[in-house]
């Protein structure tokens, strides 16, 4: 069984900052990617950020430049570090993680349960 925390959303001011956290739970021997989505209200969900194994990173436009990804292997968990948020950023952030190996079993999928992040004055 896998499971992903999330951790660190909230309320904040238009040009603040906030750091999402989430940790993957389970005997877990390696996460190929890890990444961050979000749906705001009457949207559908996106893609706002994925970094692989290798550290390799992708980024949304709409985020470039103001958010950062980062992962630890030894914890398997996953930051986004989002800096000068706008009321567009207003959503649900949900954690990802795909080619999750644990003993003897590959989930090829893997979503958290989502925390809210707003972005208002």
């Known amino acids: 069984q896998v499971q992903l925390v999330e951790s660190g959303g909230g309320l904040v001011q238009p040009g603040g900052s906030l750091r999402l956290s989430c940790a993957a739970s389970?005997?877990?021997?390696?996460?190929?990617?890890m990444g961050w989505y979000r749906q705001a209200p009457e949207k559908e969900r996106e893609l706002v950020a994925t970094?692989?194994?290798?550290?390799?990173?992708n980024y949304a436009d709409s985020v470039k430049g103001r958010f950062t990804i980062s992962r630890d292997n030894a914890k398997n968990t996953v930051y986004l570090q989002m800096n000068s948020l706008k009321s567009e950023d207003t959503a649900v952030y949900y954690c990802?993680?795909?080619?999750?190996?644990?003993?003897?079993?590959?989930?090829?999928?893997?979503w958290g349960q989502g925390t809210l992040v707003t972005v208002s004055s």
């Open positions: 990802n993680a795909r080619g999750v190996v644990v003993r003897g079993q590959v989930y090829p999928e893997v």
């Open positions: 389970g005997t877990i021997f390696s996460i190929s990617t």
């Open positions: 970094i692989t194994l290798s550290t390799i990173t």
